[in-house]
């Protein structure tokens, strides 16, 4: 099959870390009916993203979030793309994030089927590779729960 073409990516993302985000997004809309990250910072040493969420986290809920991440990781899931036309991502995904004059054809990333999304950015081959996931810090201030995080002892094979 001939590789559709996508928009440009202007950005080179640490694949284990960016793999994460998606883990931990999904995670978030399991455990607290949120929607993804509003805010996304994502580097190699550490990332953070934002959650619209009506009231903090508390301490027990920190810690089922980084045991609900970490085992999605411990199940080796792989992560796949797939490509659609924008008319079939309709009802399926949020198109708001796509920028003006988006091809279209768009790329979903599958973390096994724990998660799916439009994405564009470079994900590892399969979740093992992302490492241990940690919450280093977080808060909560007008609607908006905060967390902080890292990776330890991941080994990326880098992938599209």
């Not at 590789?3 to 440009?8: A, D, I, K, R």
């Not at 607290?32 to 969420?53: P, Q, W, Y």
């Not at 008319?87 to 998660?115: C, T």
């Not at 590892?124 to 609607?143: A, L």
Request: hydrophobic share 30%.
């Amino acid at each position: 099959m001939e590789q559709p073409q996508l928009n440009g990516h202007n950005k080179t993302e640490y694949p284990p870390m960016h793999t994460c985000e998606h883990i931990v997004n999904r995670t978030m809309m399991n455990l607290f009916g949120c929607g993804r990250a509003v805010s996304a910072h994502i580097e190699r040493k550490k990332s953070k993203l934002d959650f619209t969420l009506p009231q903090a986290p508390s301490d027990e809920d920190i810690r089922r979030i980084e045991q609900a991440v970490n085992e999605i990781i411990a199940k080796h899931l792989p992560v796949t793309t797939e490509y659609i036309t924008r008319k079939e991502a309709v009802g399926r995904f949020d198109l708001k994030r796509l920028p003006e004059g988006a091809s279209d054809m768009v790329r979903i990333v599958k973390v096994g089927h724990y998660d799916e999304c439009l994405c564009i950015g470079l994900h590892v081959t399969d979740t093992s590779e992302i490492g241990t996931f940690r919450i280093i810090s977080h808060d909560y201030k007008d609607g908006i729960f905060r967390m902080r995080f890292k990776l330890e002892g991941s080994t990326p094979q880098q992938k599209g």
